[in-house]
């Protein structure tokens, strides 16, 4: 975009809302629904809002990546048949980016209680989301629970939510994460779980740990991720538990290497909707949970309290026939109530079938305007990105500018002018180490860059940090311009020849309108063609 003035209003049929950085179930929700509302016709938009300086959760980015939704950077507004925001906890305070959303209708999908044992806080105060929510939208907005289990939370403050008559369960693709079930994967039984090392998911005694996860050698018990807990109350693993570090695997790859996969949470406390089962009794995993979770699932699990965990396990060990039975018969349960047509139909009742617009947007999307990230420095500029934000106003409308900025001053300054801005304070994560400061920025602005396919990254600062050579390795088809700020012209010329030739053009403008138009004709000529984004 060239003028926040003069762009186009993207128009979706739903656009979904939230932190994109969740890293587990939450991320891993949107992402199938993103799927699934692809396969089914329905053009959907991403509009991020960030809470937390972090990666986007990597299924998410895959999904933008391979075309299925469009991360929105327009600063103009935004039209949508339906604006579907997730998890209540990143709209505790009014998010002011959610005023240029124009929804027929809009709905939050409440996934996580307001509070629990496992937290001497709250983590969200229903009142405050919803009041947050009808200042910046103008509505009220209707509260979709994922669960019977999240419906009890939010009862209590139905005076104060619009809450909606059905639950909003999350989906799958079956087919996606199904193994072969026709014999058990070693010589004996192997059972499993997978996820991070959240006490609350965890029991807490001892002896029940022990009970489900048994320390004798009859049994193989095989953990992706988590271990920490586990160690902590045990002192250390049995010899026959092995561990797969959280992220070394994909969960469907650790799936298929197990035969059972046994859920127990802290006492007083069960996930309003924990994900991890669900993508187990996908996979063809016998699961065996604790009997709080027989209201969510039914009978697309076994439940057992801990001490007869491994009768159930032994039982069927020894009769491979009834274990696929009872294998067939959890897939097609959950195919039934959480998969992909479960999304469809539900989204029909709401906004109505695909609006139509699906072959236009992937044509669109192929020779959308080329983006140019901006990326502001941390220096003694840092607070100041009006130089980068004269180059973005005066940038052709072919091309559609978004910056990445590095301190809070510099993020607040370019969303005030109405820019799309994302923010991370490296130096501040790092608690001032240097080396670690670099490692994470590199990290980020490598995501940044793979997310939002950037035709030009340019520099806006005094000094280029180190890792900026190893993400323009990366990612080969991207130019990449420094553009020296007006505090280190003086200095013009004097920096190591290394550093000039990790960009492709080097500029620097001085402070009035010429040289920023000759600085943003330059930026542009480096692209010489918009590429083709498909």
């Not at 906890?89 to 996934?111: G, S």
């Not at 709401?350 to 901006?374: D, E, K, N």
Request: hydrophobic fraction near 40%.
């Amino acid at each position: 975009m060239s003028k926040p003035d003069g762009e186009a209003t993207p128009r979706y049929d739903v656009l979904i809302a939230s932190d994109f950085s969740f890293p587990g179930g939450t991320g891993a929700s949107i992402a199938e629904e993103i799927k699934a509302q692809a396969a089914a016709g329905y053009v959907t938009g991403l509009l991020h809002v960030e809470c937390r300086s972090r990666p986007f959760n990597p299924r998410i980015r895959r999904c933008v990546e391979e075309g299925l939704a469009e991360l929105v950077v327009t600063s103009g507004p935004i039209e949508t048949r339906l604006l579907l925001m997730r998890q209540p906890w990143v709209f505790r305070e009014p998010q002011q980016t959610l005023a240029r959303v124009e929804a027929d209708r809009a709905l939050l999908v409440v996934n996580q209680a307001p509070a629990d044992a496992a937290s001497d806080t709250p983590y969200y105060d229903p009142i405050a989301v919803a009041a947050s929510l009808t200042e910046v939208l103008r509505r009220e907005v209707q509260w979709w629970p994922v669960s019977p289990q999240a419906r009890r939370a939010i009862a209590p403050f139905r005076s104060h939510v619009d809450l909606a008559a059905r639950d909003w369960a999350n989906v799958i693709d079956v087919d996606e994460w199904q193994f072969p079930r026709d014999r058990f994967v070693a010589d004996r039984p192997v059972i499993g779980r997978h996820g991070r090392a959240d006490p609350a998911k965890w029991p807490t005694n001892r002896d029940d740990l022990l009970a489900i996860y048994p320390d004798r050698d009859a049994y193989t018990v095989k953990l992706l991720g988590g271990d920490e807990i586990p160690r902590q109350i045990l002192g250390g693993l049995p010899a026959n538990w092995s561990v797969l570090p959280f992220g070394s695997a994909s969960p469907r790859e650790f799936l298929g290497q197990i035969d059972f996969y046994v859920h127990f949470d802290q006492p007083g406390h069960a996930d309003a909707f924990p994900r991890s089962m669900l993508e187990a009794v996908a996979s063809g995993a016998v699961t065996i949970a604790g009997t709080p979770f027989r209201e969510l699932f039914e009978d697309a699990c076994l439940y057992a309290e801990p001490a007869d965990v491994t009768n159930v396990v032994d039982d069927l060990y020894r009769d491979p026939a009834r274990y696929a039975a009872i294998s067939a018969r959890a897939r097609a349960r959950v195919r039934e109530r959480f998969g992909y047509e479960v999304h469809a139909r539900r989204l029909e009742d709401l906004i109505g079938p695909p609006s139509g617009m699906w072959q236009r947007y992937r044509i669109c999307h192929s020779t959308a305007a080329a983006r140019v990230l901006f990326v502001t420095g941390n220096g003694d500029d840092a607070d100041d990105p009006r130089q980068a934000l004269a180059l973005a106003r005066l940038l052709s409308p072919r091309f559609q500018a978004l910056f990445f900025a590095q301190t809070p001053a510099g993020a607040r300054a370019v969303g005030q002018a109405g820019w799309p801005v994302e923010y991370l304070d490296s130096r501040r994560d790092a608690d001032g180490n240097i080396t670690r400061s670099n490692a994470i920025l590199r990290q980020r602005l490598k995501s940044i860059v793979a997310t939002h396919r950037p035709a030009v990254v340019v520099f806006a600062g005094s000094e280029p940090f180190p890792g900026l050579p190893a993400i323009r390795r990366n990612h080969a088809a991207v130019r990449f311009v420094w553009c020296r700020s007006a505090v280190g012209q003086d200095r013009s010329g004097d920096e190591a020849p290394a550093t000039r030739a990790a960009f492709d053009l080097v500029i620097e403008p001085g402070l009035d309108e010429r040289g920023a138009r000759e600085a943003a004709k330059a930026i542009e000529a480096v692209v010489p063609a918009i590429p083709d984004r498909a």
